[in-house]
């Protein structure tokens, strides 16, 4: 049974950081690639971090430079470090495996929540 435990959400003010835990268990982590997703409120839930099983990364230009996505697949657990935080990166995230269409291809965790502060 697959399983993805997110952690590490909270409130912060602007211009604050955060690390966020993606903890995968039931799948063979390594082979993987992985993603941090993200859904503000009355929006759809969107890839923005991407790292492959190689370790190639990408982003979305909405993050770029400022979201760094790292793996250790001895943990079977996925990071993503968010800095210079804006009012606009308040949402639900998430992580999966992304598929067809940067579909999350496993069941969704319960997410951690990211609310950024003026």
């Known amino acids: 049974q697959v ?3 997110e952690s590490g959400g909270g409130l ?3 211009g604050g950081s955060l690390r966020l835990s993606c ?3 039931g799948i063979i982590f390594s082979g993987h690639t992985m993603g ?3 859904q ?3 929006k759809q839930r969107e890839l923005v971090a991407r790292i492959f099983s190689s370790g190639t990364t990408n982003y ?3 993050v770029k430079g400022r979201f760094t ?3 250790d697949n001895v943990k079977n657990t996925m990071y993503l470090q968010i800095n210079s935080l804006k009012l606009e990166d308040t949402a639900v ?3 999966n495996a992304p598929g067809v269409g940067l579909r999350g291809i496993y069941s969704w965790g319960q997410g951690t929540q990211v609310t950024v502060s003026s």
């Open 69 to 71: 996505i790292s793996r």
């Open 60 to 62: 979305a230009d909405s």
């Open 36 to 38: 941090w997703y993200r």
């Open 40 to 42: 503000a409120p009355g």
């Open 12 to 14: 912060v003010q602007a």
């Open 3 to 5: 399983q993805l435990v």
């Open 23 to 25: 903890a995968a268990s």
């Open 93 to 95: 995230y998430y992580c």
